[in-house]
């Protein structure tokens, strides 16, 4: 559904891509010349790990992505996509689960992560050596590689959830630290972390795992596959603010888990620029 709202200057326009289900929500964005305060903010970068829970060697990359997190506290951004036949339900008490999402399928069939064979990854989604999708032993180098580059902006994300109606409203306020000439998307996705339910392993035996966690999974998005444009003037030391109201939580997530990440990257190279991430509840 496409909503329009003329907040001072600037205009936005809302695409909605089904994965959750959504009420009609206004949508609402300001420009201003007032940025947010930076000085405790840091670089980071998003790490999108394509994988499913009949994938026998995706544990392992889990698990990479696990040490990074922790080689690179608070730097780091991940998301982990269950898409293609490896997501698959199977039954429902034997990989009983669904975690794919609209989202993470066309994602996946845009950029070839589950023709690639799973597992495997993109870091801020820029080519390394001309390669876009990263086995998990080349997202530390990448990682460390875009960790060293000058931050160009940052985001100040705050989350209401009404848990009785489970509705989230989000508001991002981005900050930019240079001029842009690209034009610029923002991408507002939800995932949750810390599900149980099963997994293949090919390091243990027996390899079916019942109880197996599932960290950091895509969710859905609160404004399509690939966001909205930002609509306003990107340059430094200006500030846009863009929001999105009673999104609607499916039954089956678990409020305490979820979390909002939010990225902006250009448009023509797809190339993200900068994201974060905020639980929708306060810890």
Known sequence: MKVFKLILIGAVFIVVLSGCDKLNPPYTTTNNTNPIDTSQHIKKVLVEDYTGHLCVNCPAAHDV??????????????????????ATPVNASYFGEDFRTPEGEELSNYFGNDAAGLPNGMVNRREFSGNRILSSDQWGSAISELLQETQTMDFNITNTFDPAQRKLSTKV?????????????????????????WQKDNRVNPEDI??????????????????????????QNNTITMEYDNFQLDTSFVPVHCSVVVFAYDSVSNEIFQADEKAILDN
């Open 65 to 86: 992505l696990a040490q990074l997190i922790d080689l690179y506290p608070n730097q780091i951004v991940p998301i982990s996509l269950h898409v293609g036949a490896f």
């Open 173 to 197: 306020d981005i900050s930019f630290l240079q001029d842009f000439t690209q034009t610029l998307y923002l991408c507002v996705y939800l995932t949750e972390d810390s599900i149980v339910g």
């Open 210 to 235: 019942p109880d197996y966690v599932h960290r950091y999974v895509m969710r859905g998005s609160l404004n399509g596959t690939w966001g909205e444009k930002i609509a306003g003037t990107t340059s």
